[in-house]
Structures are given as structure tokens and as C-alpha cells.
């Protein structure tokens, strides 16, 4: 339930549910243990969204300690120090604040090509923590270069096709490219398909398959990047993983072969003539409540 609030961005009602998770879990888990950091990673930030610094301090105070004993050089043990930077600095501690963000940026920085694409938000979160702070020390000359930097980084962040363009709409015809393998998209038929080669079994590769009729699905997680900036890195990482293994299974349940091109889009070919729509319908009529729940 409180995954649920969490997601609808009801953080008020998320937050005395997470508490309580976390209460029975200190009795249960080790201190030292990663399922405990990451309930005190998501109960904590839930209190800096509901700007709740005080209550929010220890609970990050005790994560990067945990994180600092089993991952000091880990992009997340950083990123718990930005956010402790951001608890002190909604108390107005700026001076114990100042060194907190400076390091976790700075740790982030370093590490960005390990951070997966949940965490992206984070380094954005510390920079603007960063501009707030020495807006709020009336520093402003570094105040705009911080918000310089976090624009360019959002742009950067932006999303685009693998190649840098935008998306655009699939014609029947149409060439689809998916790593080393080539697909042509065709709408309202099988024109120029082999009829002999209509037919694979599970076991088959995608080059086996690249005469073959069959259908392409592109399974992707609705609002991932509103997720990504609820849930902290451990639990979408598990929510995620927990999403693609159910997809994989019911793909290759309905005798589909299954190939994930990124943490958070799936790609599956389900037999079946395409000219039949009812010929896939077992395999994604059981994606739907997958889906609902990415």
C-alpha cells in the first residue's frame, strides 16, 4: 500500500506506512543489511518531498553508514550524502550542508556511467540542492552556474531514439533495427513473407527467425521517469526486475522469444500469424496486469 501512495505521489499518507514497515525491520534485519538501507532510503525520501528535514536526518544518516561500510565507492553511498547535504539544508544548516552536496556531486560525477537509468534524477537533485544553497547564502553568481549546469544536465537527460532523434510513427514498410537483428514493419498483412518459414518454436534465435511471421511487442513502463523520482534506486531496481522476469515468462509461455534492450523496455516475438490478430491474444491479453503494475 504504501508502494501504491508512494507511486500516486501521495506521500502524506505514504509516509506513516513506511514508518512502520521500517519499525518492524530494525527488529528483523541487520543493521547492516540492504533491504533496511533501502526502506530507510525510500521512508526518508518520502519526509524531504513532504519537506520534513528534521524527521528525515537520522534516517539518512544511518543509510550512508551502512553504505559507507558496505559500498563506499558505490554512486548510491554519494548520493546518500546529497541527501543528507539536502535534509540539513532544508534546516538551514548551510555551512555543514555545503560539503555533504559538494562531495555527493562530486562522487556522483564521477560514477555517472554506473548509475542506472532510475538514478538519473538523483545527480539532477543534487545540483539543484547545490543552486538552492548558495541562492540561500546569497551567493548568486554561484547559484547561476549551478542552475546553468542542472538545465544542460536535464536537456541532456531528455529522451530521444537511440540515435538522437525523436520518435516518430512506424510506416508499413519500415525497417526496425534492434541491435544486430533487422525487422520490417508491415501493416494489415504479410505481403512478401515466406508462408513456408511461418511457423518457430521457442528454441529458436532471432537470426532463425528473420523470415518468419510473427508478432513484435515493445513493453515499456508507463510514467518510468515520475517512478524513477518516487522510489529510491534499491526498490525500482527490485520493482523493475520483478516487471521483466514476469514479462519474459509470459512471453515465452506463449512460446515467444524475448530480448531486453534496455532496464526498462522489453522486446518480444510472439508466434503467430500477423494477419490474425487473435493468434497473439493469449500471451498479451496477460501482459496487461504486468503492465498495470511497472
Given at each position: 500500500?504504501?508502494?501504491?501512495?508512494?507511486?500516486?505521489?501521495?506521500?502524506?499518507?505514504?509516509?506513516?506506512?513506511?514508518?512502520?514497515?521500517?519499525?518492524?525491520?530494525?527488529?528483523?534485519?541487520?543493521?547492516?543489511?540492504?533491504?533496511?538501507?533501502?526502506?530507510?532510503?525510500?521512508?526518508?525520501?518520502?519526509?524531504?518531498?513532504?519537506?520534513?528535514?528534521?524527521?528525515?536526518?537520522?534516517?539518512?544518516?544511518?543509510?550512508?553508514?551502512?553504505?559507507?561500510?558496505?559500498?563506499?565507492?558505490?554512486?548510491s553511498t554519494f548520493n546518500a550524502k546529497s541527501m543528507?547535504?539536502?535534509?540539513?539544508?532544508?534546516?538551514?544548516?548551510?555551512?555543514?550542508?555545503?560539503?555533504?552536496?559538494?562531495?555527493?556531486?562530486?562522487?556522483?560525477?564521477?560514477?555517472?556511467?554506473?548509475?542506472?537509468?532510475?538514478?538519473?534524477?538523483?545527480?539532477?537533485?543534487?545540483?539543484?540542492?547545490?543552486?538552492?544553497?548558495?541562492?540561500?547564502?546569497?551567493?548568486?553568481?554561484?547559484?547561476?552556474?549551478?542552475?546553468?549546469?542542472?538545465?544542460?544536465?536535464?536537456?541532456?537527460?531528455?529522451?530521444?531514439g537511440a540515435d538522437g532523434?525523436?520518435?516518430?510513427?512506424?510506416?508499413?514498410?519500415?525497417?526496425?533495427?534492434?541491435?544486430?537483428?533487422?525487422?520490417?514493419?508491415?501493416?494489415?498483412?504479410?505481403?512478401?513473407?515466406?508462408?513456408?518459414?511461418?511457423?518457430?518454436?521457442?528454441?529458436?534465435?532471432?537470426?532463425?527467425?528473420?523470415?518468419?511471421?510473427?508478432?513484435?511487442?515493445?513493453?515499456?513502463?508507463?510514467?518510468?521517469?515520475?517512478?524513477?523520482?518516487?522510489?529510491?534506486?534499491?526498490?525500482?531496481?527490485?520493482?523493475?526486475?520483478?516487471?521483466?522476469?514476469?514479462?519474459?515468462?509470459?512471453?515465452?509461455?506463449?512460446?515467444?522469444?524475448?530480448?531486453?534492450?534496455?532496464?526498462?523496455?522489453?522486446?518480444?516475438?510472439?508466434?503467430?500469424?500477423?494477419?490474425?490478430?487473435?493468434?497473439?491474444?493469449?500471451?498479451?491479453?496477460?501482459?496487461?496486469?504486468?503492465?498495470?503494475?511497472?
Amino acid at each position: 500500500m504504501a508502494d501504491a501512495y508512494t507511486r500516486g505521489g501521495q506521500d502524506a499518507k505514504a509516509v506513516p506506512l513506511l514508518q512502520e514497515v521500517l519499525g518492524n525491520a530494525r527488529g528483523e534485519l541487520p543493521k547492516d543489511s540492504p533491504e533496511r538501507a533501502g526502506l530507510l532510503a525510500q521512508t526518508a525520501m518520502a519526509l524531504l518531498r513532504q519537506k520534513q528535514w528534521a524527521e528525515a536526518e537520522p534516517m539518512i544518516d544511518e543509510r550512508l553508514t551502512i553504505r559507507e561500510q558496505a559500498l563506499p565507492d558505490d554512486w548510491s553511498t554519494f548520493n546518500a550524502k546529497s541527501m543528507l547535504g539536502g535534509a540539513l539544508l532544508g534546516q538551514r544548516k548551510y555551512a555543514e550542508a555545503e560539503p555533504l552536496l559538494l562531495d555527493g556531486y562530486r562522487g556522483m560525477q564521477a560514477r555517472r556511467a554506473t548509475i542506472p537509468p532510475p538514478g538519473g534524477p538523483r545527480l539532477l537533485e543534487t545540483m539543484e540542492r547545490l543552486a538552492q544553497l548558495y541562492a540561500a547564502t546569497g551567493n548568486q553568481a554561484k547559484a547561476s552556474a549551478w542552475r546553468s549546469k542542472l538545465e544542460a544536465a536535464r536537456a541532456e537527460q531528455a529522451p530521444t531514439g537511440a540515435d538522437g532523434s525523436k520518435p516518430s510513427r512506424l510506416r508499413s514498410g519500415d525497417t526496425i533495427r534492434i541491435g544486430a537483428f533487422q525487422l520490417v514493419f508491415r501493416l494489415g498483412g504479410t505481403q512478401d513473407i515466406d508462408p513456408s518459414a511461418s511457423t518457430f518454436t521457442a528454441g529458436q534465435t532471432l537470426v532463425a527467425m528473420n523470415s518468419s511471421a510473427c508478432w513484435l511487442l515493445l513493453a515499456d513502463i508507463e510514467d518510468s521517469s515520475a517512478l524513477s523520482q518516487r522510489l529510491d534506486p534499491e526498490s525500482l531496481a527490485v520493482l523493475i526486475g520483478r516487471w521483466l522476469a514476469r514479462c519474459k515468462e509470459v512471453i515465452e509461455g506463449e512460446a515467444g522469444d524475448h530480448q531486453q534492450v534496455s532496464r526498462r523496455r522489453s522486446v518480444r516475438l510472439l508466434a503467430g500469424d500477423p494477419a490474425d490478430p487473435g493468434a497473439a491474444r493469449p500471451g498479451t491479453g496477460r501482459l496487461a496486469p504486468v503492465a498495470g503494475r511497472g
